[in-house]
């Protein structure tokens, strides 16, 4: 019971990330988030070897940019997270009034007509095509690039709405991979599911496609997919994909989708028949969980990658944004998204592969971890001191290029450049991508007025007051750690009626420290020309002077593929060159 004496309601948010699904509770009076868990996935990302295949099939390689997963590890969070979370709240479960989830988008399953994933059928089980392509998934870029040189050869006014440029990452591009690489499981899927949906499905036993993936990743602009024409055009058998695997319902973000069925209550230890929220992507989400509902409000929600949502009044064309849908965030307003591709990610590769072992022992000498280790190092100079810019490509660059055959680059590397000065260069240019996004959204007429900080890296204040002074812009910053599963709580408050709309459970649920990282001239002068530096690079190599980083991922998918030929053809001799 409460102060007032009425019994207390909660909901249930699910954050399904890219490696891991993490619940929690939250109470639907205040938002307070009372217990959460984490179930690590069995099988990963698998973008080398697919091991979830069968023993018997022998290792089955996947090629270069490839990234899948299981979709019955998705259905083991709700098994063992929910359940644990809803233990460590100890609260009642019978006062969970709805559930709310949100994935990595864009991450599409192939299914049957029940819902039923080509990946779990014996026969297929050893197939790569009959897994889910992960949002990291890049092999679909020449599929990307097809749709875009005809798009706008025929002029399609969806075009301008993704900021003239369609994502490897989206529904169309996986989806024509699939039908061209491997067409008979093209004709054996039924459903292409985006995963945020497939797992609303399989709570409720009903498939609705929520209306952000739809928009942002699935070309549905004014009600209407891409024409049955254009998809011909691109192969004469792909002219009914839109039609026959991906036109469905569309549920409103905030909307029922159904009711907890009795399988997924056994699952989850839920009461059967509460309120399952319409699926919803991770970062979108998250803008009510900050409070990120008016516009000019931009939620730089900053993980692995980073997706940068805002909505506004107005409809604009934003070159390279990675679309623009109405009430794609909240209703009545027009969402904008960006992105960058790989930020965290960029951190742990370099830690991983380029840090020496003696630096890593200092770390755990002083009880630091490698990256605060690095940060204190790095910005134990003045900014500039190292001498450095790089780009921040190394998974390709999402905004404002929209291209994945990019990579990363550091300039001004000299025998006397240190592994921390190296890592700051990162770290900055993660920064300078993100004002090239924020100075493009400016230019179109939808300038951001209010920047916002969710994700785990804004547990680094070094690096959150860097971007404070390369965007010279105040950061704020969620009050949650959680911003994605708090996110997907208050939709599930919206759906279960305990609130109107979106922007009043945000009010009473969300939360974010405002202005907490303020800009310092000093240093922002000195970023100001380095970020001149970044732009020159960026244009240079990411607008066709020179198209050298994409002649050399050509010729390492060529010396992959011999390679794979001679693993075939003679194993022993590749086994013995690998040893």
């Known amino acids: 019971m409460n102060n007032n004496g009425s019994q207390e309601r909660y909901v249930i948010g699910v954050d399904y990330g890219t490696l891991s699904g993490r619940a929690i509770v939250v109470r639907v009076s205040d938002g307070a988030e009372l217990g959460s868990a984490v179930h690590e996935y069995e099988h990963g990302v698998m973008d080398d070897v697919l091991t979830a295949a069968p023993a018997a099939a022998g290792p089955v390689r996947l090629g270069p940019d490839w990234a899948l997963q299981a979709p019955q590890d998705y259905v083991e969070v709700l098994k063992h997270a929910v359940p644990a979370a809803v233990a460590a709240a100890g609260i009642d479960p019978g006062e969970v009034i709805g559930v709310g989830t949100d994935f990595t988008a864009c991450t599409m399953v192939p299914t049957l007509a029940d819902g039923t994933p080509l990946s779990d059928l014996p026969e297929l089980a050893a197939r790569p095509h009959a897994y889910v392509k992960l949002w990291k998934h890049h092999a679909a870029q020449p599929h990307a690039d097809r749709i875009n040189a005809l798009a706008r050869d025929r002029r399609e006014p969806w075009l301008a709405r993704y900021g003239g440029l369609i994502s490897s990452e989206w529904e169309f591009a996986k989806g024509l991979q699939l039908l061209e690489e491997d067409p008979e499981l093209y004709s054996r899927t039924e459903h292409w599911v985006e995963a945020a949906d497939w797992i609303v499905w ?182 500039g001191a190292h001498g450095l810019v790089a780009l921040d490509w190394h998974s390709g660059n999402r905004s404002v290029l929209v291209d994945h055959e990019l990579s990363g680059v550091i300039v001004g590397q000299t025998l006397a450049t240190r592994p921390e000065q190296g890592y700051r260069a990162l770290l900055e240019a993660t920064a300078f991508g993100t004002r090239v996004i924020v100075e493009t959204f400016a230019a179109a007429g939808v300038p951001v007025t209010e920047f916002i900080v969710a994700g785990g890296l804004l547990k680094n204040p070094q690096l959150m007051q860097t971007y404070a002074d390369v965007l010279r812009l105040p950061i704020s910053v969620i009050a949650s750690e959680q911003g994605p599963a708090l996110g997907s709580a208050i939709h599930a408050a919206v759906a279960a009626g305990a609130y109107a709309d979106i922007r009043a459970a945000a009010a009473a649920m969300g939360a974010v420290h405002r202005s907490v990282y303020l800009p310092n001239e000093a240093d922002a002068a000195v970023y100001d020309q380095l970020y001149a530096e970044y732009r020159t690079l960026h244009d240079y190599f990411g607008r066709g002077a020179n198209g050298g980083m994409k002649r050399l991922r050509a010729l390492r998918r060529a010396a992959l593929r011999n390679a794979n030929r001679a693993a075939e053809t003679a194993p022993e001799l590749v086994e013995g060159v690998r040893a």
Not at 218 to 229: C, D, H, L, T
Not at 291 to 318: F, K
Not at 342 to 364: C, K, M, S, T
Request: glycine letters at 12%; hydrophobic letters at 45%.
């Open 202 to 383: 399989q709570l409720t036993g009903r498939y609705v496609r929520n209306a952000c993936t739809a928009g942002y990743k699935g070309i549905y602009q004014n009600g209407e997919y891409p024409s049955r024409e254009f998809l011909a055009a691109l192969n004469p058998d792909f002219a009914g994909f839109a039609d026959d695997k991906l036109a469905h319902e569309i549920g409103q973000l905030g909307d029922v989708a159904g009711t907890l069925s009795a399988r997924a209550a056994a699952w989850t230890g839920l009461p059967a028949g509460i309120a399952v929220a319409v699926g919803n992507v991770d970062a979108h989400v998250t803008a009510p969980a900050a409070q990120a509902v008016e516009p000019g409000q931009l939620v730089a929600i900053m993980g692995t990658s980073t997706c940068h949502v805002m909505s506004h009044d107005r409809l604009a064309e934003v070159p390279g944004m990675c679309g623009v849908v109405d009430g794609g965030i909240v209703a009545g307003l027009y969402g904008y998204e960006a992105g960058q591709s790989g930020v965290g990610d960029i951190f742990a590769w370099y830690v991983h592969n380029q840090v020496p072992a003696r630096l890593h022992d200092e770390a755990a000498a002083a009880g630091r971890s490698i990256h605060q280790h690095l940060t204190e190092l790095a910005y134990a100079e003045p900014a």
